[in-house]
Nanobody, 123 residues
Framework: QVQLVESGGGLVQAGDSLRLSCTTS????????MGWFRQAPGKAREFVSA????????EYADSVKGRFTISRDNTKNTVYLQMNSLKPEDTAVYYC????????????????WGQGTQVTVSS
């Protein structure tokens, strides 16, 4: 059974920072692009960021550009999302996902999904 496990969520104030982590097995991580998504209450899931297997190519949603940074450590099978200057509108459950094609992640699709971690930003 494929498992992606997110961690690092929490309750913070506007302007604070958080770093999310997502760890999975070598079989799921190896060779795959990785992505972060979020879903706020009453809203559809939306793409946040994605990174290629090599780490050379990264994409961001316009709403997080300049504030969020995605990275990965292929020796640890872990992808990170550094979130700075958090805003109340960033409040959501954040999910990581894996897929061979970063294009699919950008389209809000993926082969494998995590269970999510809650991020709450108070004003």
């Amino acid at each position: 059974q494929v498992q992606l496990v997110e961690s690092g969520g929490g309750l913070v104030q506007a302007g604070d920072s958080l770093r999310l982590s997502c760890t999975t097995s070598d079989r799921t991580f190896s060779g795959n692009a990785m992505g972060w998504f979020r879903q706020a209450p009453g809203k559809a899931r939306e793409f946040v960021s994605a990174i290629s297997w090599s780490g050379d190519y990264r994409e961001y949603a316009d709403s997080v550009k300049g504030r969020f940074t995605i990275s990965r450590d292929n020796t640890k099978n872990t992808v990170y999302l550094q979130m700075n200057s958090l805003k109340p509108e960033d409040t959501a459950v954040y999910y990581c996902a894996a897929d061979p094609r970063i294009r699919r992640l950008r389209a809000n699709e993926a082969d494998y999904w995590g269970q999510g971690t809650q991020v709450t930003v108070s004003s």
